[in-house]
């Protein structure tokens, strides 16, 4: 867990201005999902733990769409850049947003894996080390695409060389720039001011902030990460799908260490804004997908496909079942093959068994619809059993009806409800009936049969040679 920090003196500033035009999409690229959350919803909490004084967040391509997804939070400031001419350039127009601070801490908006806990180390160390600006550094297995750090004689940072603007023996160091930097702000301002876009993309680059500074006599200081996949930035979606996988392996390790046994983890997809109880068991091949909540000692899957699902103590989900927008209560079983659809609201220790689709229903205490069945739009009493093939007919093709069904009911295989119906309590319903009517409490009903017949002398077809 991430601990809150307290940075009143502290302004962050998101840059999340770029089309990201490698990814190759309609929408903004800090509006991806990783697992099921945007890219800049990381970004944004992770700063958020670091409680600044506010948060600048610079959008310029789709920023209504950005705006739209973000809301208004209390302390941050949305600054537009209306043509992107650069990193260096997109700070600038956060002029007139940030005042009356110690330091400027700047971020990009397409680095999900960084951690809060990173962050404040490069901001302590900059003020321990009394710096004007300090760039957070990384040794990634491979540099390709990031700015390059070079070091004087004296092993100090003396600029920092984009892809396209590096030679060979620079395109060859292993240090590369996060993109992160922490800069007091009383000095940035002025410097931003003294970039130049003299370069291979014509563009205001933010790290030359650190050739300007040293010209000015300023202290520039780097901190490496431990970890350098926190910095990787998603550009296209190759990135997206490595970040994803990356962000994955520590999310069930998260949930590793909080008590969850999880098999073959490389097998399962378990997102964000997931929550799992203790010594529950997630098997094989499990997808746990937007804010499905479930709780402790349950067994899920293999297979399983658990959307907006909520799941109380002791749920055992067998393998191959769909469960979206739907609560299940404690003890209860569903599957192997179930399938249970928003509204669907199973009390405890009900069982629903294999190829049973239940919609838009309330399942009281411990009834059993255990085989191909179809209950939607139904009130149902506890201790019911459903026979195999029981339908409710809800849909007359223009409107939706309601099944009522009392406690402790029994309805025979392959029985159709036509909905709208009432079966009272304790009533039993003859197999194959066809119910239009109100079920009286008690006894036996049935619908008329037909008759049933044996033709003694038929004879079987036989196959022609
Ligand atoms: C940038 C850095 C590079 C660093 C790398 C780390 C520069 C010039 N290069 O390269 O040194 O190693 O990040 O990932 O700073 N943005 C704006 N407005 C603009 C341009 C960009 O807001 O005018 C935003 C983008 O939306 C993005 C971030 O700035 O979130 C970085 O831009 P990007 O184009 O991804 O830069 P890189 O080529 O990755
Ligand atoms: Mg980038």
Redesign the pocket.
Known sequence: MTQLMHYPDLQVC???????KRMRSSRP??LHPVLGRAMIDYLLHTVEMLRPKGIAL????ASEMVQEHVGQPQNLEWVI?D????????VNQCENVIRDVRDVLIV????PLLRTETLAKLIDEHRDRNAVVTVLTAEPKNSY???RIIRDGDGRVSA?V??KDADESQRNLRE?????YCVRYEALFDLLHKIGNNNA?N?????DIVPLALKDGKTVETVVMEDASE?F?V?NRVQLAEVESLMQQRIIHDWQMNGVTIEKPESVRIEAGVSIGIDTVIQAGCYLIGSTRIGDECRIGPNAVLVDAMLDDRVNVFAFSHIHGANVGSEAKVGPFARLRPGAELDEEVHIGNFVEIKNSIINRGSKINHLSYIGDTEMGSGCNIGAGTITCNYDGANKHKTIIGDDVFIGSDTKLIAPVEVGSDATIGAGSIITKKVKEGGLTLSARPEQRHVTDWQRPKKKI
Do not use: F, W
């Open positions: 998101v840059l999340a201005a770029g089309q990201g690229k800090v610079v959008t310029g391509h850049q043509r992107q001419l650069g990193t260096g350039h997109a990009c908006g397409d680095t695409g990031y700015g920092i984009e892809e590369v720039s996060s993109g992160i993309q563009e205001y680059y933010l790290p910095m930035g550009n």
